[in-house]
């Protein structure tokens, strides 16, 4: 079974460009997490979604993040307009049913803003 | 949030020898995984363990969810476990909370 694709793999862009990130979720998991890994930070939770509605975006840094989840098969991520501190990996990860299941994990996007 | 403390932060060991990574929660959680992070970055998944003990391979896992603390046991180490290991923690199903992780360097 394919596990969490996420894409681009690597994405190297300026400053001030727009950034988006895609994410497909596993086949039959309803719920969708967006992580950002930094060295200073390590890894934190920046949005989850349930049935594709976005619960709790406490996470997202600024205004200049947003997330979408338009179907069950399809998330992204967008950085507008991108700054040098937003460089980092950036993991999807999504799980079946609400609780009391394991999340897994995309192979991560790196992001690097010049 | 969730206080997740990992020790030791990092570990270096000969090839074939046994380890034990810990990891502290500050309160009770439904959920716990450990991750182990390869040196290309990939977040493999080793164990879904809230409570209880698993095994797979020379990797085994126990979780003593009263005390709050889990424990990863590796034997035999080889090379390819270096990297880093992850404990995650979740109470509600919605926010999990990663340790700073253990940094593993198994040496010929």
């Known amino acids: 079974d394919a596990g969490v694709i996420q894409s681009p793999r690597h994405e190297v862009t300026e400053m001030g460009q727009e950034v988006t990130l895609r994410c497909k979720p596993i086949?039959?998991?309803?719920?969708l997490f967006w992580y950002r890994q930094t060295m200073m930070r390590g890894l934190e939770l920046l949005i989850y979604f349930n049935n594709n509605v976005p619960i709790d975006d406490s996470g997202m840094p600024e205004d200049r993040f947003s997330a979408k989840m338009p179907n069950a098969s399809f998330s992204t991520l967008k950085i507008q307009p991108s700054e040098p501190r937003d460089s980092a990996v950036y993991f999807c990860?999504?799980?079946?049913?609400?609780?009391?299941?394991?999340?897994?994990f995309g192979d991560g996007t790196r992001l690097s803003i010049l | 949030g969730i206080q997740v403390e990992q020790s030791p932060p990092d570990l270096i060991l000969q090839e074939g020898a046994n380890s034990t990574l810990r990891c502290n929660f500050s309160?009770?959680?439904?959920?716990l995984q450990w991750f182990h992070q390869n040196p290309w970055g990939q977040l493999i998944n080793l164990f879904y363990?809230?409570?209880g003990t698993k095994q797979n391979g020379r990797l085994s896992a126990t979780t003593v969810a009263t005390e709050r603390y889990s424990l990863l046991y590796i034997s035999s180490s080889q090379t390819t476990d270096s990297g880093v290991y992850f404990c995650a923690v979740d109470r509600a199903g919605n926010q999990f909370y990663f340790g700073t992780g253990t940094s593993l360097t198994v040496i010929p």
């Open positions: 309160d009770s959680v439904n959920n």
């Open positions: 990860a999504s799980r079946h049913g609400q609780n009391n299941q394991p999340q897994h």
């Open positions: 086949s039959g998991h309803n719920s």
């Open positions: 363990i809230p409570s």
